[in-house]
């Protein structure tokens, strides 16, 4: 038994796989499989351990690593069915520009219409994206925050802005560069030939010297 996080504990039992409990009592239970993997084939079950950790709980088995982890609060807003938070509003409109739609426009321009709004947007799109393991939510989530950067250069051309220098990139802008660096290194990270699998969390606290640290300490530096 360990921690998930904050609010969630996780259990294992040999023949009934891995259990998760949340704060309010609801469940998910995943069962462990004669291959050692989180849902895989059915089985008496494999040995399995937990390692809790500042964001998730770790399971090991004899032949995997993997991460339980609460859906953050920034992706869950994003993709909630329905959800009118900014960065769901531009991800729709993102995806409708890519899908061909003629209400793509429309659609990011009513999310300019409100002071502040926009850059919002882009912040929660970058910031789910962080959090995401699916390289392909990635690179969605990423696509909107470029789309709103668009929009964003755009409405900054057709406005005096004083106090800000020439030239130098928006807050959106650099969070959005450094957001696509850190994946860049976590996604390699997390690739089976370097098994190093890390949340965004767990990233920053271990620091990329830490990182670095680590791959040399085994072995796995190049």
Known sequence: MGWCGEDSVVLHWKNLGVLTVGPYGDWLRFPCGEDGNINGTSGEG???YLVPEIDSCRVLTSTSVEI??????????????GSIKAGALLLDASDAFDSGSSNADEAARSITNQEGLLEDA???????????????VQKRMLRAASYGLHFACKDSENKNNYGKTPGRPSSEAVAFVD????LRVMNALREPANGFVMTSSQYDAVTPQGVVARLVA?????
């Open 46 to 48: 494999s040995e399995a």
């Open 68 to 81: 339980l982890q609460r859906v953050p609060p920034g992706t869950a807003d994003l993709l909630r069915i």
């Open 122 to 136: 882009i912040l929660e799109c970058v910031e789910a994206a962080v959090g995401e393991f699916d390289v392909g």
């Open 179 to 182: 957001a696509a660096r850190k």
């Open 218 to 222: 085994a072995g796995r530096a190049s």
